[in-house]
């Protein structure tokens, strides 16, 4: 593959390296490349942890064990046997019910106003798109969904919340996502799910993943409290 | 009914060596902010290095046992007492039914660590029972530890020895002026020509607002060439991220896997322990090292270790 080369390999740390592309980009989507790839560089062994974020990848590996030059030279060999096609992607569409109020969505009056738009053509826009998984991180289970649509696109909250509950949908700039613990988060939250994003019981806990659309269900308070799974 | 909590101390957590492997779903590591001190607890106890301890932060907890037990306290010399009467860190204690241990501050360090002879009982979360407090996972209830907490232990397969209690020499680190050695970031050159040279001349302090996911400094403000806000990039613990407003963040072993702002420098392995003993208004100054050199340092760290 010509996007990935040894120039494309830097180093992060004294156990982490760094993948980008060194050329403008053949594909369309970035992020979805990235993901394919480190999902498909995690299925060797060699790595201790193996994270895609929208431009780059970090692979941790264990420098007392394998060289700096011989992990990147693993990276290259196992990057040559992957073939990534752009289109022939098979999604999972993932609906997830929201609770769309002024009860949970602690910023929608807000931005009803800045952005000159009535709750009805909030939710409207917020659920009319199938988002695709663009990147996970930040907290556990936390998806990063796009894109968001333009009527909606905001900057991030100057001061991040310290304890959100957990299924509070929120955005920013052009991506939205669910925080499925709770916690911190700078995101404007327009809504909350009573969906379980996360069953410990499975060998991967988490229920959004990459390669998956996310469409977002209106529902209302009966719905909210009645939900059950 | 194993050990009882009578004070919480400041913050007062259940941690192991922590999670690996699921930081592509936004998993943090967590485990002990001071590992080799955690392990240290465990090795003198001959118990598995990856066994629960209690992790103590500035003030300790007071715990009374149910049980008998050997344990050991490490890091952070938080004034150790059985029932009032002083004890030695780093050093196999016997105690009985009934018996009180109570931790008070510390003046030099931050973190603590007890570890038992019985495994302490814990939730498992992919593999770790560590608490990560802002998703609430691990621990008991993923929670700090409070008053009135039960924790519950179980008798463990190997033998507690107390040959370790001999010579054992222990290089003291703990101090309130570290030298932290660092490596160039991937975002080094986004600093002014200016600001690397005052970056290694001057004196940071720990902010009060600093916790596991990150200690925040105080100091000569890091400018910046490229104020650009940046995609979403990998970060790691001991990434020092600056921000803006020029106040750099050093991320802790509880820290997000992803973020926005530069990765200037990144604290060296062989130094990374050391940003889980850092306390507020502790002293900084960094040292910047080749990467070769900073493994090489690793290196020798790791080969000298006794564990």
């Known amino acids: 593959m010509k996007s990935v080369d040894l120039s494309s390999i830097s180093e992060f740390s004294e156990n982490i390296l760094l993948i980008k592309l060194n050329q403008e980009s053949p594909y369309s989507n970035n992020s979805s490349f990235f993901l394919a790839l480190s999902a498909f560089l995690r299925e060797e062994s060699h790595w201790i942890e193996v994270v895609a974020a929208e431009e780059s990848i970090a692979v941790k590996y264990n420098d007392i064990k394998i060289s700096t030059s011989k992990a990147k030279d693993l990276i290259l060999s196992t990057i040559k046997g992957f073939n990534y096609k752009e289109e022939s992607k098979t999604e999972i569409l993932l609906h997830v019910p929201v609770y769309y109020s002024d009860e949970f969505g602690l910023d929608i009056e807000k931005i009803t106003k800045t952005q000159s738009v009535t709750y009805e053509e909030l939710i409207n826009l917020h659920s009319n798109i199938k988002y695709e998984v663009k990147m996970i991180g930040f907290n556990p289970g936390f998806a990063y969904l796009g894109d968001l649509h333009e009527k909606l696109r905001i900057p991030r909250l100057s001061k991040p ?29 327009i809504g909350r799910t009573p969906m379980k994003l996360f069953d410990n019981n499975n060998k991967n806990p988490f229920v959004i993943n990459p390669g998956m659309r996310v469409k977002f269900d209106p529902i209302n308070k009966k719905e909210f409290e009645s939900f059950n799974y | 009914m194993s050990i009882e909590i009578i004070s919480s101390g400041l913050q007062t957590t259940i941690q192991d060596l922590g999670r690996k492997g699921w930081r592509h779903m936004g998993v943090p590591e967590s485990g002990g902010a001071d590992k080799p001190s955690l392990k240290l607890a465990n090795f003198l106890l001959n118990k598995a290095l990856n066994s629960p301890v209690l992790e103590c932060t500035l003030t300790g907890p007071s715990l009374k046992f149910f049980r008998s037990y050997s344990l050991v306290i490490t890091g952070a010399d938080m004034n150790p007492k059985i029932n009032n009467k002083e004890i030695k860190m ?41 608490t990560y407090l802002p998703a609430k996972l691990g621990g008991i209830n993923g929670l700090a530890l409070t008053e009135g907490t039960l924790i519950e232990t179980k008798s463990c397969e190997s033998e507690v020895f107390s040959l370790t209690n001999k010579d054992f020499k222990l290089n003291n680190p703990f101090q309130n002026e570290w030298k932290l050695r660092v490596i160039e970031g991937p975002e080094y050159d986004f600093v002014k020509n200016a600001s690397k040279e005052k970056i290694f001349s001057s004196i940071f302090s720990v902010s009060n607002d600093s916790n596991r996911m990150g200690n925040r400094l105080i100091g000569e403000g890091i400018e910046l060439s490229n104020h650009d806000q940046m995609v979403s990039c990998p970060m790691s613990i001991g990434t020092i991220q600056c ?19 530069p990765r200037v420098l990144q604290i060296a392995a062989v130094d990374l322990h050391l940003i889980g003993q850092l306390r507020p208004n502790d002293n900084i100054f960094f040292e910047k090292i080749s990467i070769d050199h900073a493994r090489e340092e690793f290196k020798k760290q790791n080969s000298l270790s006794a564990f």
């Open chain 2, 243 to 261: 921000p803006k407003n020029g106040s750099p963040i050093i991320l802790g072993c509880d820290s997000q896997t992803l973020g926005g702002y």
């Open chain 1, 161 to 189: 919340r310290i304890n959100l509950l957990p299924g509070s949908v929120g955005i920013a700039e052009n991506r939205t996502g669910i925080y499925p613990f709770g916690g911190p988060g700078g995101w404007s939250i």
């Open chain 2, 90 to 130: 780093n050093k196999v204690i016997d105690v009985k039914p009934n018996d009180i241990l109570s931790l008070d501050n510390c003046s030099k360090g931050c973190r603590a660590y007890i570890a038992l002879s019985e495994d302490i009982l814990a939730e498992d979360f992919l593999g770790s029972v560590s």
